[in-house]
């Protein structure tokens, strides 16, 4: 008889022990490793990634978001992007991703912008103006039209184009004034 009462309480705290990892408790929890601004702004990234909105980033989404975003990219660099995730890149393994690299040496401020410019640049290593201010201004922390003009207002422009590397060595102090 006492085996009896000792199986319900354990099988209610495995319920209230899945319950407390969702929120912020358990420090195993990938969500637990960003604040909610920055998940809310990877969750906003990853819906613009989900053209097709069936919760999976696959390779059309990735095709369709470099083009929109008019960065050049080949098919093998969508399967080395694939290739990144174990599994089908769903919300929460678009978040382990993050976690992972964060955990694992892209915390480095400079990788991390390098990263981010080099996202948006073309083969040829430039970046689109207008391409670059609509997204700078509709996602994450949103700038203003006189933040992008002073931003441009410091990079040297052709053909309505910026140079991601100048732009990187600028941001992370690699650049020599000759």
């Known amino acids: 008889m006492p085996d009896a009462p000792a199986s319900t309480p354990a099988g209610s ?30 969750k906003e990234g990853f819906q613009f990634m989900d053209r ?30 694939l290739a990144d995730c174990p599994a089908s890149i769903n919300f929460t393994q678009l978040m ?7 955990q694992g040496g892209a ?26 201010k609509s997204l700078i201004q509709q996602f994450g922390e949103r700038y203003t039209d006189a933040d992008v003009k002073g931003f441009f207002e410091l990079v040297a422009i052709n053909d309505n184009k910026f140079d991601a590397k100048y732009v990187c060595d600028m941001l992370t102090g690699k650049l020599r004034e000759d």
């Open 96 to 102: 382990n991703m993050f976690g992972t690299r964060q």
């Open 52 to 81: 097709d909105k069936d919760g999976i980033v696959g390779r059309g989404d990735i095709r369709a978001t470099a083009d929109d975003v008019g960065v050049s990219i080949n098919d093998a660099q969508i399967d080395q992007m």
């Open 13 to 42: 705290k495995k319920k209230k022990a899945k319950k407390a990892s969702k929120g912020g408790g358990g420090g195993s929890n990938v969500f637990d490793q960003f604040s909610q601004k920055q998940v809310a702004e990877f």
């Open 107 to 132: 915390t480095d401020e400079d990788d991390v912008i390098v990263a981010a410019f080099n996202a948006f640049a073309d083969e040829n290593g430039q970046i689109d103006c207008d391409n670059f």
